[in-house]
């Protein structure tokens, strides 16, 4: 789990200025220092943040500005989950798997969830308000049935701060899963709910494989003494496997993965695997940081910035308290501003603008001009919009305009960039 960032982003690189003033062999060397130096630390970020973790994750495309243009910065997540809502010991549903799963021998195109850490294909009305974990195969009534439990403990998903509960199907159609995941969710009893329990069970369509991943499942003795069943059993109860040494025993465990695949009808093969968590949450789950070096920037999904030279940011996200994510946005700067322009309708520097791409990201953009009275002769919201040395539909006197970028920030009003546009008839 990644707490800061490493001390290597805060490289300082040779200014352009600086190098421009030395030797041709000395300013060829120190660029190609400089390059070499990006580009260790682009490795660095590729090893501690692996490209796979970025899938689902993206702090948008790179931008290109003037300097001082205030840039909008959001990063999306696209796996967010639908969150759902259970009574203490109760079940929910029928909610839709979104393919055909066999289970036992029979087909499903629904599944319910309970609270305790399990979901079914059947109803079982009878089993809500049971909590006492119960070792699998079990034919009492009250017990669940026709259930993968992941592990079945008595949970409580209606303290402060659900849903805890949520799930999501993923993946491209013939090749899909349904996740189902307890996020952070207590433990019942007074002593236990500081412990936190995040699992997900996986369906996974074709093989009928079922995946079933723990992030943290804490022991907590002073509630059921700790017991908990991680297993499946059929429709009736007299059928039923669970993980070896997990059959309503008391035990813990940490980042473990474990499938259950089908071998005949009514038979599993349990086997560990490597643990997997898949990225799904509510949105309400989502902590966002951003980050200039390794200054934090930001806690919120989107941030606005107004950078004088090109400048990359790190978007991070943590999910259930301990997956997270990176990915990183370029905002390029182009020092270079026009200092006149000569609108003759020849179709060549016509207009005075200032460069901001994508236009959708620059939405806190003012740009205002002066004339040598302080009077405003042009103002816009638009990065698009460009002065073609008219106000009010009457052309102005050529001579020196002054122009302005401001950028609104709580009620507040700053300057980000200015400088001077000769207009030229």
């Known amino acids: 789990m990644v707490t800061i960032i490493p001390n290597v982003f805060r490289i300082s690189y040779f200014p352009s200025h600086f190098i421009s003033h030395l030797s041709p062999l000395t300013s060829h060397v120190l ?23 970025f899938a689902q994750f993206d702090a948008g495309p790179n931008d290109t500005i003037n300097p001082g243009v205030p840039v909008t910065l959001t990063t999306t997540y696209g796996l967010i989950g639908e969150g759902v809502t259970i009574d203490d010991n109760g079940v929910e549903g029928p909610f839709p798997i979104g393919f055909s799963f066999s289970f036992f021998g029979n087909v499903y195109t629904q599944f319910y969830i309970g609270a305790n850490g399990w979901i079914s294909f059947s109803p079982n009305p009878n ?18 049935k026709n259930c993968i439990l992941g592990p079945f403990q008595d949970l409580n998903p209606l303290q402060a701060g659900g849903p805890f509960i949520y799930y999501r199907t993923i ?34 369509e074709g093989g009928n494989t079922i995946e079933n991943h723990l992030m943290n499942k804490p022991s907590c ?28 025993t008391s035990w ?18 349990i ?11 509510p949105g309400e789950k989502v902590v966002y940081r951003w980050y200039q070096g390794a200054e934090q920037i930001s806690s919120q999904q989107s941030v606005v910035v107004t950078p004088k030279e090109t400048t990359t940011y790190y978007a991070f996200i943590t999910l259930c308290d301990g997956q997270e994510f990176m990915d990183s946005v370029t905002v390029f700067v182009i020092p270079y501003i026009p200092t006149a322009f000569t609108p003759n309708g020849d179709g060549l520097n016509d207009e005075f603008r200032i460069i901001g791409l994508p236009p959708e990201n620059i939405t ?32 102005c ?24 546009i000769m207009l030229i008839r």
């Not at 006197?397 to 001077?420: C, M, Q, R």
């Open 221 to 248: 003795p002073e509630w059921n003494d700790n017991l908990a069943t991680m297993g499946v059993q059929n429709e009736t109860g007299f059928i039923g496997y669970a993980v070896p040494g997990r059959n309503a």
């Open 127 to 144: 089993a809500k308000g049971i909590r006492n974990a119960f070792a699998v195969p079990n034919t009492a009534d009250y017990n669940p």
């Open 252 to 269: 813990s465990a940490r980042m473990e993965g474990w499938m259950y695949t089908p071998t005949s009808i009514d038979s599993f093969q």
């Open 171 to 204: 993946g491209p159609d013939l090749n899909q899963s349904l996740v189902v995941m307890w996020c952070q969710t207590p433990l019942y009893g007074n002593s236990c709910r500081d412990s936190l329990v995040t699992l997900q069970i996986v369906l996974n």
């Open 31 to 53: 660029r190609l220092t400089s390059y070499v130096l990006r580009l260790t630390s682009y490795l660095l970020l590729l090893t501690l943040f692996p490209l796979n973790l």
């Open 271 to 281: 086997a560990q695997i490597q643990y997997d968590l898949q990225p799904i949450l």
């Open 364 to 395: 806190e953009f003012h740009l205002q001009v002066f004339n040598r009275w302080g009077e405003v002769v042009f103002s816009t919201l638009n990065i698009e919009d460009g002065w073609d040395g008219t106000l009010q539909g009457e052309d």
């Open 397 to 420: 006197p050529g001579g020196l305009y002054v122009w302005a970028i401001f950028y609104k920030e709580n009620d507040k009003h700053s300057v980000t960039n200015k400088g001077t």
